[in-house]
């Protein structure tokens, strides 16, 4: 079998006040640049790799409106 390169294997934890300060510069970074119209920002840390996801508002119908009692998040 060739070999392959495999991050998930090896590298160092980051660790816990490092994820907290990076997390905090990337959601400040995201708030002063809106690109696109993402309605959150999720970071999270697997051993030595973040993860970003931004989630994205669906389009809703104009004439349909959220279940009652749900907002758009829900």
């Keep these: 079998m060739p070999w392959v390169y495999d991050p998930h294997t090896g590298g160092t934890k980051?660790?816990?006040?490092?994820r907290t300060r990076i997390e905090q510069?990337?959601?400040k970074y995201a708030a002063k640049h809106p690109i696109g119209k993402h309605a959150r920002i999720a970071v999270r840390f697997h051993g030595p790799l973040c993860y970003i996801d931004a989630y994205v508002e669906p389009k809703m119908p104009?004439?349909?409106?959220?279940?009652a009692g749900e907002t758009r998040a829900q």
């Design 14 to 18: 980051i660790p816990p006040a490092v």
């Design 25 to 27: 510069r990337i959601l």
């Design 62 to 67: 104009r004439d349909r409106k959220p279940p």
